[in-house]
Structure formats: structure tokens, C-alpha cells
């Protein structure tokens, strides 16, 4: 048998960890791991660079890491509780980086999430997105 | 025999862990939340369990993408917090409950629950903010721990009816445990919440109302959720809603609604949380 076509790629703004993306981020999330010791944390620090070379990543993923872009990481294979390790080396709470996901401010997000969050209404599907972006 | 006597849900934000380690507890963002465990701590100090089953998904502390098991019961004798990037949490070291823990691993397997059995494992916020909302900031926790972890990290998580049935099975072998321990059973996470990507910050409260009555009236119809409308209705990181029928299958099918509260947010989260007892033989 093959396995069943994605249901959940039509959900606008998500990426569901799958196993095709689970084997693409295998490395880059493993590098995020390994950043649960304080020495690693302290290494990478020091020099980014090399201490990504030692993951067999792809350039664009080093590259995303190296950028803090959240969204690219995850498009690449990043799962979000692998990638919020390299958001606390940097100081960062999951709230901030869910902010930088969504092009909002910290502020401008923490007042969506204290204003009850993003409501699903024209959220389920990403067609609704794609009718808003027409105007 | 040992009894499950009541089941628990909460939310396990790792905000609200940090909250309660930076002593801010008290703020008037925080305060709202904690507000809604007072009862829930006096509640489950008068009923003095021995033993906590406790359900929750590991968020990639003690599994990295090297080993991924569906079910990881913990058999250890201890289980230290982990350190999940700021250094590990200031709560008490867990105490496990091996021979109880090793007789359901033994029991789960010949039930056909195929199980992983850990031996060593440091726990997360999964587990411990659960844990410091119920019992607050206590020098030791005052109960044996046997932490299940449910993977809800690598898609797919098991399905809500092998979760469900899994409850069931963990009951029949804590029945089987030949001692007069006192089980509660939690389960935890949720509720909707999405923390990646473009729709991070999706709260769908309508969801969670519903997932909250039918937790207590029909967790069968609810195990039957396919896990694309969890995706969908509460966030992509919602699906860990699953764990929660593993408590309820738990629990007999008629229970008492002892308490609950739901509030929004808590950091990116809605936070729900309830208590329920089975009628019969829950010996107060």
C-alpha cells in the first residue's frame, strides 16, 4: 500500500511535521538538540559557523539558522520544539518566536493572544487566505 | 488491588512553569490562571493519592528524532527535569514507582499495547507544570509518578480511539497491581494552540467548549476525531488533545465533573483544564 495523501495541507500557515519532513530537518533539528547542553549552547555561540558545519545540512538550512528565519527553518524540515531550543539559546520565549512567525510584533501578538488569539474564522482553510490576499 | 479513583486533564504550558519559577504567580497576567487550580489543589489534597499516572508528551528533551516511540512508560526509580534550553526547571527530582510501573509495562504488552519501557529519562514541562499546578511548590512532590509519554511531536500521534483503548487497558492492569495504592490519572496538554508558522497564536474557544463537554458525556464519539480536524479546529499543536482520552478511557464510562476551568491565553495557549471521578469506589 501507499501511504494516504496529505488531508492537512490545505490548513493555511501550518506545516505539519510529517515523515517527508521529519527526514528533509533531520539535521537541522538534531543540531537544534544538541543545543540542550550548556557547552554546546556556549560553542555555537562563539562561532555559528563552525559549529553548524559539523551537521550534514543543507546550505539554505545553515543558512536559516544562521538568519533566525523561523519560518524558512520549518519550511526546510525545522519542527517548532526542536527550533524553540536555538529561540532559548538566544533568550527567546516560544511566545516571541510564534510572534517573528507571524510578521507581528511581540506586542501586537501578545495583544492578539490576550484579545482571545486568532479566531478560526476564515483561519481553517487556505483558500480563505489566498480570497483575503486578492482583497 | 490498586484503584484509579479520578482522572485530571491541564494544560502543561511551559510559560506557566516558568511563571511559577520566576515568581510571578501573582501578576495580573498570570494571577487568572492560577485562580482557576486553587480548588484543584485543595481537591487533591484532601484526597491524598499515592501514585499518579501521569500522560504527556515529551517536546523533545528526553527523545531527540533518533528514537521515536508512540507510548514511553517510564519505569525508572527517579526521573530528573530536564534541561530544555534554559537550564532545567527549579522543581523536585520525580520519584517513579517501578514495580507498579513494570507490572502495567508487562501488563500493557500481553494486553497487545505494545509499549517502549524507559529506564532513563529526564522529564519536561509536560510533565512537571501539571505536577506544580496541582501541588504548587512543595520540596518534595508528594506522590509516586509513572509518566507515560505520548509522541504528538512527529506526525501522526496515535489515533484518539487506540488512545482511548490504551486507558482502558492501563486500568485493567493497575487493577491487577497487587497493593491498596490510591491512582489518579492525568492527562495533559492542550488545549487549542498552534506555535509555528504564519497561523501561530490560533485560539479556537468554541472547539475546546465542545472538546470539554464531550470529555465528560461522549469520549467515545471523540476518540473517533481524525487527527486532521484537531489540525485544523485546534491549532497544530491541539493534537496532543489525544492524551486526554487516554485518561478518560481510564475512568469509567459515568463520571462526576468534580471541577473545571478554561481561560485564554496563556502565553500562545488556551489553558483547560477538569476534574473528574468515577462514582463507584472512589474512596474518599
Not at chain 1, 32 to 38: D, E, N, P, V
Not at chain 2, 7 to 22: F, Q, R, Y
Not at chain 2, 236 to 244: A, D, I, L, N, R
Amino acid at each position: 500500500m501507499t501511504t494516504p495523501r496529505a488531508t492537512y495541507d490545505d490548513i493555511p500557515g501550518t506545516t505539519v511535521f510529517d515523515a517527508q519532513r521529519s527526514r528533509q530537518g533531520y539535521w537541522l533539528n538534531q543540531f537544534c538538540m544538541s543545543l540542550m547542553k550548556a557547552e554546546n549552547r556556549a560553542a555555537f555561540k562563539a562561532d555559528e559557523s563552525t559549529y553548524l558545519d559539523k551537521f550534514p545540512m543543507s546550505p539554505e538550512q545553515k543558512q536559516a539558522i544562521l538568519d533566525r528565519d523561523w519560518n524558512r527553518m520549518i519550511t526546510l524540515g525545522g519542527n517548532i520544539y526542536f527550533t524553540a531550543k536555538l529561540g532559548a539559546t538566544d533568550g527567546l520565549s516560544f511566545q516571541q518566536i510564534a510572534a517573528k512567525m507571524t510578521g507581528m510584533t511581540q506586542e501586537q501578538y501578545a495583544d492578539m493572544m490576550a484579545h482571545g488569539g486568532r479566531p478560526p474564522d476564515g483561519n481553517r482553510y487556505t483558500w480563505e487566505w489566498e480570497a483575503r490576499s486578492r482583497g | 488491588m490498586a484503584r484509579i479513583v479520578a482522572g485530571v486533564t491541564s494544560s502543561h504550558v511551559p510559560a506557566i512553569g516558568a511563571a511559577i519559577d520566576n515568581k510571578r504567580s501573582g501578576d495580573a497576567y498570570w494571577q487568572p490562571v492560577f485562580a482557576g487550580f486553587e480548588r484543584s489543589k485543595q481537591w487533591i489534597a484532601d484526597l491524598k493519592p499515592d501514585v499518579i499516572f501521569l500522560v504527556y508528551n515529551d517536546h523533545a528533551s528526553a527523545f531527540s528524532l533518533e528514537v521515536i516511540p508512540t507510548f514511553a512508560l517510564g519505569c525508572a526509580a527517579e526521573f530528573k527535569p530536564a534541561d530544555e534550553g534554559w537550564g532545567p526547571r527549579p522543581v523536585p527530582t520525580v520519584e517513579g514507582y517501578p514495580q507498579m510501573a513494570w507490572h502495567i509495562a508487562q501488563s500493557l504488552i500481553l494486553d497487545e499495547f505494545d509499549i517502549t519501557i524507559v529506564n532513563q529519562m529526564d522529564v519536561d514541562h509536560g510533565l512537571t507544570v501539571p505536577l506544580s499546578l496541582m501541588f504548587g511548590e512543595p520540596d518534595a512532590w508528594p506522590v509516586r509518578v509513572i509518566p507515560l509519554a505520548v509522541n504528538v511531536v512527529q506526525y501522526p500521534p496515535p489515533t484518539g480511539n487506540r488512545c482511548y483503548n490504551l486507558g482502558k487497558a492501563i486500568r485493567r492492569a493497575v487493577e491487577l497491581f497487587d497493593s491498596n495504592d490510591k491512582v489518579v490519572i492525568f492527562g495533559t496538554g492542550g488545549m487549542s494552540h498552534q506555535l509555528q508558522g504564519p497561523r501561530a497564536g490560533f485560539i479556537n474557544k468554541e472547539f475546546d467548549a465542545d472538546f470539554l463537554n464531550r470529555i465528560v458525556t461522549d469520549p467515545v464519539g471523540l476518540s473517533r476525531m481524525p487527527h486532521v480536524e484537531y489540525l485544523r479546529e485546534a491549532g497544530s499543536e491541539g493534537v496532543e488533545m489525544v492524551m486526554w482520552l487516554i485518561m478518560r478511557g481510564a475512568l469509567d464510562d459515568d463520571v462526576r465533573e468534580v471541577h473545571r476551568f478554561y481561560h485564554v491565553p496563556a502565553s500562545n495557549t488556551a489553558v483547560g483544564h477538569i476534574i473528574l471521578e468515577n462514582k463507584v469506589g472512589a474512596a474518599r
